[in-house]
Each structure stands twice: as structure tokens, then as C-alpha cells.
């Protein structure tokens, strides 16, 4: 939900509560993989101002079942697969002010990757 084309956006759930804010894991991922030349240091104005939900709004997480499977297709996101970086990702969005965080608890399956997306679901 939000991404660009899609027919459904979060703004139209806000008066219910929290809405997902798929945007926080990918952008957190590119961050910790380097991605364009990210670094850490340019998280210190994170969340609403790199265009996600108001804090207040955000039901955040660096993946979910969907994410870990491909379904959404960016190269960032980050899984239990990339521990190192992943457990980096998980501190840094339980120490930084935004959102309400959600973390996944998750278990191995045996992967089959085929032109980026993971066969075995």
C-alpha cells in the first residue's frame, strides 16, 4: 500500500489508526546495504521528512511476510537472510523516534531465487 500506480492509498485508512509504512523498511534497507551511496549518517532527519507517514500515523518494519518472499520487488529490504545488516536495521528502528515499530519473528525455509523472486512461498 503507497507505493506509485497503486490503487490504494494509506491516507485513505488514517482515520481507522495506523496504517503500514512499507516505505520505512525499504528506505532503512537501502541505508544499511550502501544502496546509491546511502550512508548513516544521512538518517539524522529520517521518517517524515524522506516522505513517510506522519509518525503518529506509521505501523513500521524493516520486513514482513510479503517482504521476505520478494512479493514487492526492491532490491533494499532486508531480511533475517542478511543478519548482520538486519539485526543494524532493527536497533536503528527501535532507538529512533517514529513510528510504532513492529518487529518480525521469523524461520528458515530453504530459498529458491529465479530472476530475483524467491519460488518457494
Known amino acids: 500500500m503507497g507505493n506509485k500506480g497503486e490503487a490504494v492509498h494509506a491516507d485513505e485508512y488514517l482515520f481507522i489508526g495506523r496504517v503500514t509504512e512499507f516505505r520505512h523498511g525499504i528506505n532503512v534497507g537501502a541505508v544499511m546495504r550502501r544502496n546509491g551511496g546511502r550512508r548513516l549518517a544521512y538518517l ?55 513510528g510504532h515499530v513492529r518487529i518480525m519473528s521469523s524461520y ?13 512461498r
Open 44 to 98: 539524522w532527519n529520517y521518517g517524515e521528512r524522506w516522505a513517510e507517514l506522519r509518525s503518529r500515523d506509521a505501523l513500521v518494519f524493516i520486513d514482513n511476510p510479503d517482504t521476505q518472499r520478494g512479493m514487492l520487488g526492491y532490491d533494499s529490504l532486508l531480511t533475517f537472510f542478511d543478519a548482520d545488516l538486519y539485526k543494524m536495521a532493527n536497533a536503528f528502528q527501535l532507538a529512533w523516534p517514529y
Open 108 to 120: 528458515y525455509w530453504p530459498r529458491r531465487i529465479v530472476a530475483g523472486h524467491d519460488l518457494v
